[in-house]
Structure formats: structure tokens, C-alpha cells
């Protein structure tokens, strides 16, 4: 029954880290009407950077019910299961491989849910691939005015469909107006997983924080991390900062924090990063934003797609007083919503959706854009990745439960993704150091 009739919303979410769940979650929850419940289900597909029970309290979104599987178990749940809404909190291959396993799952059913999937921030590097890859779905959800018109032109650009490109904001932007400075003046650098990603680089900034701190003593200089050692995010992080700073003399006025980033924000007087998404939340809220040029204005950094922002500056300019002043027009094309429009950034996502349930006849099939006809040396091996034959029909053999998984079944379950974690976070980089010399 649809949600317009029960005035409560059935959703599920699927995501395949800590971030993405926390996108996928606030989205499921702005997409509900205002006047109706929602029920909460999520997913969180088992892999490198599931995420664990600490992630997940920090990320601060409550599930009614919130369960670890893998693709073919979620395709098996979502044939048994009534859903109004499904959120596909994925990188680009997952949600491609779930769009055609769902399709071939819901096939002679007449009835499915609305699927909806998008981007958990700054889309700044592959975005064809990326956008074709999410190419399917009922909305592909685009954080601002920008995103919305590059997402529609690359889906025109290929002859696919684009009227599922819909314009919204990033879910997790609120919190209070930044006021003035507090007592005292609080400096915070947003850490990222992977960028930059070499050591140099990473002990760079590093040292140029803890400088900071030593030109400011009356500041108060932290360390936002995403994650402690062990654990994954939607990116790999090879070198963590917290072990960087293992040894050094750090002075008084330095910290290493943890925790929710809008709680962080809450006391930040000057917020710095390379391109992290924290930025835009800082926008969100005027407080002063720098995006550091130290290592250059780079794709691969990121940053590049600040240029305009009004937010660029260097180390060196900061440490000299610099305070940056964000261009009004730039924000406003952002997402960020700054002007006091994020209230209403939903309605465009929300009324489509409506409409979509009420549709007479239910929802017809998915239809992605790369099919074993367009894309015959590139799809099978995305789908392959998840178990999936071309049809999107699980294989035979692919790995998938009757019931949930026992104890010692947990524990070897663990035991693997901790042995990945340690290869990828020791021993990668030395075999890459020995490759260098």
C-alpha cells in the first residue's frame, strides 16, 4: 500500500560503509513527508569498510532494524520484503550490480519499491562512470544546482534517460549559525581517509597543523579523524594521522578528536581541509572555511573543485591571520543552502516519489543504461564482482544464507576483514616502498 495511504513510509537502505550509511539513513529519513512515520530498515553489505558498532554510534542514525549481508542476501530479503523506498548508499559497481540483481528479482512481480540512489558528497573524479554506473534508479539524487546540470548532461550526452536526475542537498547539513569566535579561537583540520594519500604529503600537513598550534598558543588547534587504526571508511587509509603523530612533541593546544563532526563544528571558529565534505557543512553553517592549496590545486586532491569558493588559501596565509571569506553566488550553487533554503531542498525528491507510488499499474522494470548489449566487456565483470551473472540472477555458489550466521561463522567473519585490513594498512605500503627503491 502505498505511503500517501498509510501516512508511514517503508524503507530500506543498503550502504557499504560508515559514510554512506550515515548519507543513506538522512536521506531515507528526508525523504519521508513531514506528516508521516517512517519505518527504518538497514543493510550494510558485508566488505572491507562495513562498518563497526563505534562507527556506526558516531554516525548517530537509528535503525528500526539494522543487519550485515552480503549482495545476494539482500536481493533475497528485498524479494520477501514490502518496501515503499530503497536507498542504494553504494559506490558506483554495487549499485550497478543491485539494480540488475533487483530487476531480476522483482521480474513478474508487478510491484516494487521506489529506488533511489546518489552521491555521498563532492562528486570531483570519475563522474561519467560514476553517473552511468548509478544509471537505473527511479532519482539519482544530486546534492546541488551544479551536480543536477553535469548529471544531466552526461546522461544526455550518452543518450540515456536523465528525468531521473533530481536536485536536493547533502542530508547531514544543520546546526546552528556560526555566532563569533569562541574563547578559545578553535582551529579544526578535517582529516580524509585517502586524500592526500602519500606519507610525505599526510606528514606535511601534519607538521604544518602542529605549527600552527606552536605560532597560536592561545588557540585551540584539533585533529578531526575519521576513523582509528583498524577500521575502514568509504576510502582506505593507508597512513593514519594518529600514528604519524606517535613520537612528536605536540604542544598543549593540539588534539586528536574523534566523534560527530557537527558536534565538532559546534565550537570550530576556522575550518580546514584538503576537499573533505566537512567543508560543505561548514559553509552550511558560515563559519569560516579554508580549503589548503599547499599541495596545489589538483584533481586528484580534490580541491580543484573549490576553485571559485573563495576559500583557497595556503598554510602560510593562515598562519599569517588569513581569514576567508566564501562567495555568496559560488555557495549558492553548492547545496549548501546557506540562505535558509535547506528546509525545503527535499520537496522536488519527495513529491516525485509520491507520484511514483500512486502510479496506476505500479512501477515498470529498471532499466539501466549499460546492459549486456551496451556494455558487454564491462558489465559482466561488475556483476561477477557481487556474485551476479549477466542476467543479474545470483550464481551458483555465490555466497548467501538461509538464516543468520552463527557464532564461530561471526568470528571468522571478523578474523578475515581484520587480516584484509592489516594487509592493506602494513603490509601494502611496504611492498609499494620496496617497489620504489
Known amino acids: 500500500m502505498p505511503a500517501s495511504a498509510t501516512k508511514s513510509l517503508r524503507v530500506a537502505v543498503l550502504a557499504d560503509s560508515d559514510t554512506r550509511w550515515k548519507w543513506g539513513a538522512l536521506t531515507a529519513q528526508r525523504l519521508a513527508p513531514a506528516d508521516a512515520g517512517i519505518r527504518l530498515d538497514g543493510y550494510l553489505l558485508r566488505g572491507r569498510a562495513t562498518p563497526t558498532a ?3 554510534k558516531e554516525v548517530g542514525v537509528r ?48 510491484a516494487r519499491p521506489v529506488v533511489v540512489t546518489g552521491y555521498v558528497g563532492v562528486v570531483y573524479e570519475k563522474l561519467a562512470d560514476g553517473l552511468l554506473l548509478r544509471h537505473g534508479a527511479d532519482l539519482v539524487l544530486a546534492n546541488s544546482r551544479h551536480d543536477a546540470d553535469r548529471f544531466r548532461a552526461v546522461y544526455e550526452g550518452v543518450g540515456a534517460d536523465a528525468s531521473s536526475v533530481t536536485e536536493v542537498a547533502l542530508p547531514f547539513l544543520g546546526g546552528a549559525p556560526y555566532t563569533g569566535e569562541h574563547d578559545p579561537y578553535t582551529v579544526v583540520f578535517a582529516a580524509q581517509p585517502s586524500v592526500p594519500d602519500s606519507r610525505k604529503d ?5 607538521n604544518r597543523l602542529i605549527g600552527h598550534a606552536r605560532r597560536h598558543p592561545e588557540r585551540e588547534v584539533l585533529l578531526k579523524l575519521r ?7 568509504t576510502h582506505i587509509e593507508e597512513t593514519p594521522y594518529q600514528k604519524l603523530a606517535q613520537g612528536k612533541d605536540l604542544p598543549a593546544n593540539f588534539r586528536l578528536v574523534y566523534g560527530h563532526m557537527g558536534e565538532v563544528l559546534d565550537r570550530t571558529d576556522l575550518l580546514v581541509t584538503v576537499s573533505s565534505t566537512a567543508a560543505l557543512e561548514a559553509l552550511h553553517r558560515r563559519i569560516p572555511t579554508v580549503i589548503l592549496t599547499d599541495l596545489g590545486v589538483r584533481e586528484v586532491l580534490g580541491n580543484h573543485h573549490f576553485t571559485g569558493s573563495g576559500c583557497l588559501a595556503s598554510w602560510d596565509q593562515l598562519d599569517a591571520g588569513h581569514r576567508p571569506v566564501a ?7 553548492q547545496g549548501v543552502a546557506a540562505d535558509g533554503t535547506y528546509g525545503t531542498a527535499f520537496d522536488t525528491a519527495r513529491e516525485r516519489i509520491a507520484k511514483l507510488l500512486d502510479r496506476p499499474g505500479g512501477l515498470p522494470p529498471l532499466t539501466p543504461y549499460y546492459t549486456p548489449e551496451t556494455a ?41 576483514r581484520g587480516a584484509y585490513r592489516h594487509g592493506v594498512q602494513r603490509v601494502a605500503p611496504v611492498i609499494r616502498r620496496m617497489g620504489e627503491l
Not at 562567495?327 to 550553487?333: L, P, S
Not at 551458483?396 to 544464507?401: D, I, K, L, S
Open 54 to 56: 563505534r562507527q556506526l
Open 327 to 333: 562567495d555568496g553566488k559560488w555557495v549558492a550553487r
Open 63 to 110: 535503525a528500526d532494524s539494522l543487519r550485515e549481508v552480503t549482495g545476494v542476501e539482500f536481493l533475497r530479503a528485498m524479494g520477501d520484503a514490502s518496501y515503499d523506498v530503497l536507498v542504494l548508499a553504494l559506490v558506483g559497481g554495487g549499485v550497478q550490480a543491485m539494480l540488475h540483481g533487483l530487476r531480476a528479482t522483482w521480474a513478474g512481480t508487478g
Open 376 to 416: 558487454p566487456g564491462y558489465l559482466p565483470g561488475i556483476l561477477a564482482r557481487h556474485h551476479l551473472g549477466p542476467d543479474g540472477v545470483p550464481l551458483p555458489g555465490a555466497p548467501a544464507a538461509d538464516k543468520e550466521p552463527g557464532p564461530v561463522r561471526q568470528i571468522v567473519r571478523r578474523a578475515a
Open 202 to 206: 599526510r606528514t606535511y600537513l601534519l
Open 227 to 233: 576513523s582509528k587504526p583498524g577500521e575502514h571508511t
